[in-house]
């Protein structure tokens, strides 16, 4: 909490950068992670937002935004992560500023990205750090989760937006809809998209809004783990 309240001081101007290195010094961030916009195309049925969060952040929280992001640049960061929800237009001359000033850029995306494509390009916007494509298993699961279309949406991303990074990562999310599913369903994908570079699983916590349990019981976790071993010959996944 110390350590935050320095950062919110930092981006306020009430300290220098100096005291904001020595501040950090035994737990230096290694990345930027920031939440650019909630607005969404899609209503994953996993998703820790409620619905009312689901709007669009306010245009000045932008300058906001920037502030934060040049604080932790002048602390020595250099890895920048935009997680979400989606890429907007507006996001790309701030991802392009800092990109400038050295900036390794990464993008955490649900396959919409692509409908900037020419924009990012146009803009000079590369995202050298990677970007990760979130599929949840098959195309059965992966709408179970994410609804009708967000399949074919996934995919096209995957296929459009490797022309603006440094390489193509997936994430699934495991929940009680696919867990015995989606270590396959990932491998397909991999054998469609050779270029990826890695796949990974991640698992839904507990929330008291949504309509349905999407959160893993130990069973379902273990199975989930056995197939992860059984596909990696052997080898501990990681």
Excluded at 55 to 62: A, E, G, V, W
Excluded at 71 to 88: E, P, Q, S
Aim: charged share 30%; with cysteine.
């Amino acid at each position: 909490m110390k350590l935050i309240n320095q950062w919110k001081k930092a981006i306020k101007g009430e300290i220098d950068v100096e005291k904001l290195k020595r501040a950090v010094q035994k737990n230096h961030p290694s990345l930027t992670s920031v939440t650019f916009t909630r607005e969404c195309v899609l209503k994953c049925k996993h998703c820790v937002y409620p619905r009312a969060n689901r709007c669009d952040l306010k245009l000045n929280d932008l300058n906001r935004i920037d502030k934060a992001i040049k604080a932790t640049f002048n602390a020595g960061n250099r890895d920048l992560v935009h997680v979400g929800r989606i890429l907007k237009q507006e996001h790309l001359p701030i991802l392009k500023k800092y990109q400038d000033k050295g900036m390794t850029l990464n993008l955490i995306d649900n396959g919409s990205g692509k409908r900037l494509i020419e924009k990012i390009k146009k803009e000079g916007v590369f995202f050298a750090g990677g970007i990760d494509i979130s599929v949840d298993g098959n195309k059965k699961s992966h709408e179970a989760q994410r609804g009708s279309g967000a399949w074919e949406l996934a995919m096209d991303g995957i296929s459009t937006l490797k022309e603006v990074a440094g390489h193509i990562s997936i994430t699934g999310t495991a929940s009680a809809l696919n867990f015995d599913t989606i270590t396959e369903g990932l491998l397909e994908v991999k054998r469609r998209f050779p270029f990826t570079k890695v796949m990974q699983i991640t698992t839904t916590s507990p929330t008291n809004f949504q309509s349905q349990r999407m959160h893993l019981h130990p069973k379902e976790m273990k199975e989930l783990f056995n197939n992860l071993i059984r596909v990696s010959k052997k080898q501990p996944p990681r």
